[in-house]
């Protein structure tokens, strides 16, 4: 039950931002400030559910290797992606949004793996506010060039349950994997998506609000600090 809520909850801010994106007004520099902050909150909940949790079954050297290891390949990824879909931007966005979220997803599940929801919170609600903007800014750029709203809202809606399907295959599948390998998959998973703020996130950010987005940053860390005192953290 609670593998179904927090996956639920995640996955359909997706639904819900695309439709905010598609059938609400979105200023630039809004979008561009909430990005921003969700961002923010990300930096706090990789840090503190996915990086140092690690520490206490990795050697540090091993999990530095890792973190770079998911560094490296998000950026080849989204390099190649780039490169292959040069033209065609909702479909560029739509893919980055994609394999920025299934490390997300696949981290979100194996977190859950022996948790209380409250211990997943910061985490899941660090996602949940990345989501929503995203997904907005992202079903706005793809209905207003090559595709319709219908269409668009369509893809969104898939995406969502591709992400949801790998929060649930990060959790019942990797079970009864030892908490070295919990930790290591998490820690790749931290790098890319690391990687993601630094070339994905925070660019757009700051091309739609370019003087509010260091304040927006520091709001979602405050954000994310005080969702994870809800584990104690």
Request: glycine fraction near 12%.
């Given at each position: ?44 909940s ?55 979220g ?5 981290a979100?599940?194996?977190a ?9 919170a ?12 995203e ?20 893809l ?78």
């Open positions: 039950m609670e593998l179904f809520f927090t996956v639920t909850t995640v996955s359909a801010a997706l639904i819900v931002g695309a439709l905010w994106g598609l059938y609400l007004p979105l200023p630039r520099k809004l979008e561009g400030f909430l990005v921003a902050m969700a961002g923010g909150a990300l930096i706090v990789v840090m503190e559910e996915l990086i140092r949790p690690a520490l206490e079954t990795l050697p540090f050297w091993l999990l530095a290797l890792v973190v770079a290891a998911g560094a490296v390949a998000f950026t080849a990824a989204d390099r190649g992606l780039e490169a292959r879909m040069q033209g065609s931007k909702g479909a560029g966005l739509l893919l980055a949004i994609t394999f920025d299934v490390p997300e997803n696949l979100l599940g194996t859950l793996i022996g948790a209380s929801g409250l211990e997943v910061a985490l899941a609600g660090a996602i949940l506010l990345s989501n929503l903007p997904a907005a800014g992202g079903a706005r750029n793809m209905a207003g060039g090559e595709l319709s709203r219908r269409r668009t809202l369509m969104w809606t898939g995406t969502a349950a591709l992400l949801a399907t790998a929060a649930i295959v990060g959790n019942l599948a990797l079970q009864d994997v030892s908490e070295s390998w919990l930790a290591a998959i998490r820690c790749f998973a931290a790098g890319a998506v690391a990687a993601s703020l630094a070339t994905e996130v925070f660019p757009k950010a700051f091309s739609e609000d370019h003087f509010g987005t260091g304040i927006a940053i520091a709001a979602g860390l405050l954000a994310a600090l005080g969702l994870s005192q809800l584990s104690g953290g």
